[in-house]
């Protein structure tokens, strides 16, 4: 098993083909922390998308008459190469995304547990046989794979969150088409292709395509082939294609963007809440979504957090991605640093308070904690994709659950209290699809539903909830007896 490098992984993977696209755009890879050169490949035009949508169609109808048994199999032995190969695919990471190595090993770990989740859906393609009201009739419903899945990655956790879409949909039966986001065309797509070529699974099932807007418009929605679009990324973006989705009649899982709140209630243990705020904020430099961009505390215990709080957000190693000991490498590329400073100058122009000010050095951007934050400030509204952080108070704890809601988003949520029955009915008052109780709000595990409210998505993933949203249900009634019609 040799190791795979960009020059290798940075192609068009259409229809088992290893190639060249045939649009206009020569599209670049760069390291984001030295800005180094990755490799190019030429975008895919709107006939090389058809042609592989038309791969995984054709390829979907071979894959589903496969023994369950031996698909499980093959999605199991794509986990075992995963292991084999991680070391390679944290250099990756690393090279592509300026991901740490500790982001890295939560990545592909997340990334096995799904897999692994994914490999018991070929054995849970179940029916049903249901009673009808009409003499002689058996009602039979099964669980049908849709088809074709077109999934649409983002930059932060790009090997995870297409994963997440690809693999769940493959162990439902289903073919898959993968638009990974410009900046990681490896992590995001190719890389997984690899992996599921080198586990068995037939080829052109699952086809990357590494393209632009301009190159294929809304075809990668509209595609009569594209019967689901999962998508994880921005608001904006997700609109225009839940839009799109409604428009061309098709069913559609959108992963969005968040503005998520750890709340410290007056009662918790400062030190553990400190430690779950800085994981949940810091963690591959802020850039995911479910990231606390609000650190909402009680008045009473604002200093004494507020100094610990600092103590530890200071002592982050900021740097190098390779570096063992970094925390903090760089953001994806500078127009994400600038769209962050400018926030952040923002905030600080509307009244807040630089208690830890950050600097900008390429595209790594070191820790900023902006205080004296009010719910009406652009800081405390807008997504923070990087290492900034927002602090409130509060003196109730209707006020901390009106705060908190106080956003278009509702992705994910954290409280920290020494009385969890306290904090649970809190828990259920918050406008979020996922809270979670003297923890951080990163959480994501492969058999509980993840999704968001309001401006954060629609639709849940993981578990049953994935096996929902890539199989259809077919109604087949079979009448043994000869039925009595009105007229005739």
Not at 116 to 137: C, F, H, N, W
Not at 378 to 394: C, D, I, K, M
């Given at each position: 098993m040799r190791n795979y490098t960009f020059s290798d992984l940075i192609q068009q993977a259409?229809?088992?083909?290893?190639?060249?696209?045939?649009?206009?755009?020569?599209?670049?890879?760069?390291?984001?922390?030295?800005?180094?050169?990755?490799?190019?490949?030429?975008?895919?035009?709107?006939?090389?998308?058809?042609?592989?949508?038309?791969?995984?169609?054709?390829?979907?109808?071979?894959?589903?008459?496969?023994?369950?048994?031996?698909?499980?199999?093959?999605?199991?032995?794509?986990?075992?190469?995963?292991?084999?190969?991680?070391?390679?695919?944290?250099?990756?990471?690393?090279?592509?995304?300026?991901?740490?190595?500790l982001k890295a090993a939560f990545e592909i770990g997340l990334v096995k547990d799904m897999i692994?989740?994914?490999?018991?859906?070929?054995?849970?393609?179940?029916?049903?046989?249901?009673?009808?009201?009409?003499?002689?009739?058996e009602n039979r419903v099964y669980r049908m794979p849709v088809g074709v899945v077109g999934v649409i990655s983002p930059f932060n956790f790009p090997f995870y969150l297409s994963m997440k879409s690809v693999v769940t949909a493959i162990g439902a039966g289903n073919g898959v088409v993968i638009k990974p986001h410009e900046d990681t065309p490896v992590t995001g797509g190719t890389m997984i292709v690899n992996l599921f070529e080198e586990s068995g699974i037939p080829s052109g099932l699952v086809n990357t395509v590494i393209t632009q807007i301009s190159e294929i418009g809304d075809l990668f929605v509209s595609h009569p082939l594209n019967k689901v679009v999962s998508f994880t990324g921005s608001t904006t973006v997700g609109q225009k294609i839940g839009e799109l989705a409604g428009k061309y009649l098709k069913k559609a899982s959108l992963e969005l963007g968040g503005n998520s709140a750890l709340i410290v209630l007056e009662d918790a243990d400062i030190d553990y809440a400190v430690s779950a705020a800085v994981f949940s904020r810091f963690t591959?430099?802020?850039?995911?979504?479910?990231?606390?961009?609000?650190?909402?505390?009680?008045?009473?215990?604002?200093?004494?957090?507020?100094?610990?709080?600092?103590?530890?957000?200071?002592?982050?190693?900021?740097?190098?991605?390779?570096?063992?000991?970094?925390?903090?490498?760089?953001?994806?590329?500078?127009?994400?640093?600038?769209?962050?400073?400018?926030?952040?100058?923002?905030?600080?122009?509307?009244?807040?308070?630089?208690?830890l000010k950050g600097s900008v050095n390429g595209n790594v951007v070191s820790p900023t904690?902006?205080?004296?934050?009010?719910?009406?400030?652009?800081?405390?509204?807008?997504?923070?994709?990087?290492?900034?952080?927002?602090?409130?108070?509060?003196?109730?704890?209707?006020?901390a659950v009106k705060i908190a809601n106080a956003s278009d988003y509702g992705l994910s949520g954290a409280i920290h209290t020494e009385d969890v029955e306290r904090g649970a009915e809190l828990a259920k008052r918050m406008e979020t699809g996922m809270i979670h109780i003297n923890d951080g709000t990163i959480n994501d595990e492969p058999l509980v539903a993840f999704g968001g409210e309001k401006m954060s998505g629609v639709g849940r993933l993981n578990g049953s909830n994935s096996l929902d949203a890539f199989t259809t249900q077919k109604w087949i009634s079979v009448q043994h007896s000869k039925r009595a019609f009105p007229y005739s």
């Open positions: 259409i229809a088992g083909s290893w190639r060249d696209g045939n649009g206009k755009h020569r599209m670049k890879n760069s390291n984001p922390y030295s800005n180094q050169p990755l490799g190019d490949v030429q975008s895919a035009s709107a006939d090389d998308l058809d042609q592989a949508y038309e791969s995984a169609s054709r390829a979907q109808k071979e894959w589903i008459n496969i023994n369950p048994y031996q698909r499980r199999d093959m999605l199991l032995k794509t986990a075992q190469i995963l292991e084999k190969r991680e070391d390679e695919i944290t250099d990756l990471i690393i090279d592509e995304l300026g991901g740490t190595r692994k989740e994914a490999s018991t859906y070929p054995l849970r393609m179940d029916g049903q046989i249901l009673p009808s009201p009409v003499d002689g009739k591959h430099q802020g850039q995911i979504c479910m990231s606390a961009n609000r650190i909402i505390i009680h008045e009473s215990i604002k200093d004494a957090f507020l100094t610990k709080y600092k103590e530890v957000v200071s002592s982050l190693t900021v740097g190098n991605p390779r570096d063992d000991e970094t925390i903090i490498g760089p953001l994806i590329n500078k127009k994400q640093v600038d769209t962050l400073m400018e926030i952040v100058n923002k905030g600080i122009e509307e009244g807040a308070t630089p208690y904690i902006l205080t004296d934050v009010k719910p009406d400030m652009t800081v405390a509204n807008q997504e923070l994709f990087g290492p900034v952080v927002s602090v409130l108070t509060f003196k109730t704890d209707e006020e």
